[in-house]
């Protein structure tokens, strides 16, 4: 998925919070974090820290991935044959 602002992050890990059906409170024990850090970075995830974001990440079982705006999409296609 493309991701381009902290709005769309946020909307997207809040999207995977609820589809593996957890609580902002079950989300944030997993991971030693607050229900209200939770809440704040669902909300106003421009103001999250990074190691507080990696943390959140790791909860609901996402990692983040960084492509280069300048690769192509053919690029980055799988070429070899299996």
Do not use: H
């Not at 602002?5 to 607050?34: D, T």
Request: proline letters at 2%; zero cysteines.
């Amino acid at each position: 998925m493309l991701i381009r602002s902290p709005k769309e992050l946020a909307l997207f890990v809040m999207s995977q919070r609820k589809a593996l059906k957890l609580s902002q409170s079950e989300m944030g024990g997993l991971v030693g974090l607050q229900q209200k850090t939770i809440s704040l970075f669902e909300n106003k995830p421009e103001n999250i820290q990074l190691d507080t974001l990696f943390r959140i990440l790791s909860a609901v079982e996402l990692d983040l991935n960084i492509v280069s705006k300048k690769t192509s999409s053919t690029e980055r296609q799988w070429t070899e044959e299996w």
